[in-house]
């Protein structure tokens, strides 16, 4: 059975840009969650999808959106990066459907610098 | 809204001693309670899981019981290895919001030979 994988490890990028990071969930799992780490800190949710769908969203702007592609693996992109969008980037997959726990597998994570 | 409040670190225990890593929580509804650990260069495992009051997760010798009158979930640990050195991470899913977990800031432990 295959984990959850992340790419790219690493990204550097300046302020203004944009980026992509990408997920392949695990086998089986048709829910994958975006968190984002800050150094130091505790992951926060940014957004999960379901099938597809956006399945709840935590508290970031706009220029944070994603997609779920129909083999259930997933993208984050972040329009006009500040330097506020250091951090490490985890994804978690999952299976299941909303308002029930269902158990989280994370995979490694993104670490993207913003100079 | 729904948080985690965790014990600040970094921790600092000797082989063998004694581990407790102090969670509370405020949720809105019914939560299930977790701890993840994150190794140095990896990302989170989960450690253990309860779901309902008074639940009891337990993995590779640590324990945790849900406490709903105290609204804790507190980690412990008989005795630590160097292995363990690691952040610790205490979690909710909220039956409300049961798509969204919260974390804690992490609790970092180092345990010295």
């Known amino acids: 059975e295959t984990g959850v994988t992340q790419s790219p490890t690493h990204l550097i990028k300046t302020r203004g840009q944009q980026v992509t990071l990408r997920c392949s969930s695990q086998s089986g799992h048709n829910t994958v969650s975006w968190y984002q780490q800050a150094l130091g800190q505790g992951p926060q949710f940014i957004f999960q999808y379901y099938r597809e769908e956006e399945n709840g969203r935590g508290n970031f702007p706009p220029r944070f959106s994603g997609l779920q592609f129909p083999n259930y693996s997933s993208e984050l992109n972040v329009n006009a990066l500040e330097l506020d969008d250091s951090a490490l980037y985890l994804c978690?997959?999952?299976?299941?459907?909303?308002?029930?726990?269902?158990?989280?597998?994370f995979g490694p994570g993104t670490r993207l610098t913003v100079l | 809204g729904d948080s985690v409040t965790q014990m600040e670190g970094p921790v600092t225990l000797s082989e063998e001693a004694f581990l407790t890593i102090n969670c509370t929580y405020t949720?809105?509804?019914?939560?299930?309670l977790f701890w993840y650990v994150q190794y140095p260069g990896e990302g989170l495992q989960l450690l253990l899981k309860?779901?309902?009051?008074?639940d009891k997760g337990s993995n590779k010798g640590f324990e945790a019981t849900y406490r709903k009158e105290t609204t804790s979930f507190h980690l412990e640990k008989g005795s630590v290895q160097v292995s363990d050195s690691a952040v610790y991470f205490c979690?909710?899913?909220?039956?409300?919001?049961?798509?969204?977990?919260?974390f804690g800031t992490g609790t970092s432990l180092t345990v010295i030979p």
């Open positions: 309860a779901t309902k009051a008074d």
């Open positions: 978690a997959s999952s299976r299941g459907t909303s308002h029930s726990y269902n158990e989280q597998f």
């Open positions: 949720a809105t509804g019914y939560p299930s």
């Open positions: 979690a909710l899913s909220d039956t409300d919001t049961g798509n969204q977990f919260y």
